[in-house]
C-alpha cells in the first residue's frame, strides 16, 4: 500500500492522475532538480526549440531570463511539404488506411535516392521490407538523417495528452481543461508540437549542406504556417497524397478516379456512356456512380461538363510558349495554387482574383502563365470558373456550350489528358 498517501494527497488536489490502457498512473510534484537549479548563483540552459516562457513554467520561476540566440541559417535549400488527405494518422490505423499509407511510402522511396522514415515506433518496428524509425526516439539529437535527400514523417508528432495534462497541473496546480482551447495547457501542447516537428525537419541537417536541394516530408493534417518564420526562407508546399499515388488517396478520391478513368475509356471506345456502364468498369455499385456525381448537380450535369472538357481537351493545346518572367511565375507557381486551396470557402472571390489577372497582363502573358501551371492548378482554376457558373448552364446542350469557349479559351487550350482524373475527383 506503499501508494496509497501520493493518492490521498493527489485526490486532495495536490497531484494528479492518468489512466490509460487499464493503468491508473499517481503523478506527484517532485522538487529536487527546481531546487538545485535555484541554489545555483547563475544557470545556464541550452535548447534548440524550448522557449523561455516553457522554461519559466518547469522550473516555477517568475523573474526575467537573458534569451541568447544565435543567428538562424538560410533554409532556402529546404522543401517541406505538407502531405495531407490523410487526417491525423495515430498509431491505431484501420487496414484500408495501413494500405494508404504504405502506398504513399514506397511512391517517395521511389522519388528519392535515399529516403528516411519516421513513423510510431509500434509501427515502425514492424516494417520488414524497408528500415523506418519512430518519433521522438530517432526525431531528436540523431545523424543518422543526415546523408538523406529526403525525410517522410508520418503522422502528427503529439505526446500522451493524459500524461501531459497529469504533468502539467502537478507542475502548475492549475487543473486542464482539455477542452478550452484558449488555455495555459493548450499553448503549452502546442508549443511541444511544433517543436517537435522543427526537430524533425532539423534531421536533415540542411543548414549544413546549403547546396544540396532537400525535402521534408509532413505526412498528417496539420498547419505547417508557423515555419515560415521557424525557418527562414524555407518553400512550404501543400499536396494531396492522392497527388502522389491515387492508391493514397481517400476511399472516395479513389472512387472518382476509377468513375473518371471509366468515363474517359468509354468516350475514347466510342461507346454508349450510362452510369451502369460505368459501374461495370469501375467495379462499384450505380449508386455509387450516382452519389460521386452529386457534387456537380447530378448525373447529367456530369455528363456534359466531362464531355465538354473531353472533347476540348483532345483538340490540343500551344506547346511552344516562350519562358515566363518573374511576375508571371509568381503567378502560376504561388498565386494560382494559393488561390485554388482557399477557393473552397469563396469560389466567388476565387473567380474574382482570376478575372483580374486576366484582365491585368496580356492574353499572350496569360497564356504563358496558365501552361506553366500544373495540371491539378489548370483544372482548379477550370473549376472554379464552372462553380461560378449560373445553374441555367447546365440545361444547355453541349453544342450550345461552344461559345463559353470564346470566354476561357486558354483554359481549355492548355488542359492535358493527365488533369481528368485530377479534376474529376474534385
Known amino acids: 500500500m506503499y501508494w496509497l498517501p501520493d493518492f490521498l494527497e493527489a485526490w486532495k488536489g495536490d497531484g494528479a492522475f492518468s489512466a490509460s490502457w487499464g493503468v491508473l498512473s499517481i503523478y506527484r510534484r517532485d522538487t529536487k532538480h527546481q531546487e538545485l537549479a535555484n541554489s545555483a548563483v547563475f544557470n545556464i540552459y541550452l535548447d534548440a526549440t524550448t522557449t523561455a516562457e516553457q522554461l519559466k513554467l518547469k522550473l516555477d520561476y517568475h523573474e526575467s531570463v537573458l534569451v541568447i540566440e544565435q543567428s538562424r541559417p538560410d533554409y532556402s535549400n529546404l522543401k517541406v511539404v505538407n502531405v495531407t488527405g490523410l487526417g491525423k494518422l495515430p498509431k491505431n490505423r ?39 524509425y519512430g518519433h521522438f526516439v530517432d526525431g531528436r539529437g540523431v545523424n543518422r538523417f543526415s546523408e538523406c535527400d529526403a525525410i517522410a514523417s508520418f503522422g502528427i508528432p503529439y505526446q500522451n495528452i493524459g500524461s501531459l495534462a497529469a504533468h502539467f497541473q502537478v507542475m502548475t496546480g492549475e487543473r486542464v481543461n482539455l477542452e478550452d482551447e484558449n488555455s495555459t495547457f493548450q499553448k503549452y501542447l502546442t508549443e511541444l508540437l511544433q517543436a517537435e516537428i522543427i526537430q524533425e525537419i532539423g534531421r536533415l541537417r540542411s543548414h549544413r549542406r546549403p547546396n544540396v536541394e532537400l525535402t521534408f516530408y509532413f505526412c498528417a493534417d496539420y498547419d505547417l504556417g508557423f515555419l515560415v518564420s521557424e525557418l527562414p526562407g524555407v518553400k512550404l508546399e501543400v499536396v494531396d497524397a492522392c497527388d502522389f499515388c491515387i492508391e493514397a488517396g481517400s476511399p472516395a478520391k479513389q472512387t472518382g478516379h476509377a468513375i473518371v478513368n471509366a468515363f474517359k475509356s468509354l468516350w475514347q471506345s466510342h461507346q454508349k456512356i450510362g452510369q451502369k456502364a460505368l459501374a461495370n468498369i469501375a467495379e462499384i455499385s450505380q449508386a455509387w456512380v450516382s452519389r460521386f456525381t452529386q457534387r456537380w448537380g447530378g448525373w447529367q450535369h456530369f455528363k456534359k461538363l466531362l464531355l465538354l472538357l473531353l472533347d476540348s481537351l483532345n483538340s490540343g493545346s500551344n506547346k511552344n510558349l516562350a519562358d515566363l518572367d518573374d511576375d508571371e511565375r509568381w503567378f502560376a507557381c504561388e498565386y494560382f495554387p494559393q488561390l485554388i486551396a482557399e477557393s473552397e470557402s469563396s469560389p466567388e472571390d476565387a473567380f474574382k482574383h482570376i478575372a483580374e489577372v486576366a484582365t491585368s497582363v496580356t492574353n499572350i502573358a496569360m497564356r504563358r502563365i496558365l501552361h506553366s501551371c500544373t495540371p491539378a492548378v489548370r483544372a482548379g482554376l477550370l473549376m472554379i470558373i464552372l462553380r461560378c457558373l449560373p445553374t441555367e448552364i447546365y440545361s444547355i446542350s453541349v453544342h450550345e456550350l461552344r461559345p463559353l469557349e470564346e470566354l476561357v479559351p486558354q483554359f481549355y487550350g492548355l488542359l492535358s489528358q493527365e488533369v481528368l482524373p485530377l479534376e474529376g475527383v474534385g
Open 94 to 132: 484501420s487496414d484500408s488506411l495501413t494500405t494508404r499509407v504504405n502506398a504513399l511510402k514506397e511512391t517517395l522511396t521511389k522519388l528519392h535516392s535515399q529516403l528516411g522514415i519516421i513513423d510510431w515506433k509500434a509501427i515502425a518496428d514492424t516494417t520488414s521490407d524497408r528500415t523506418e
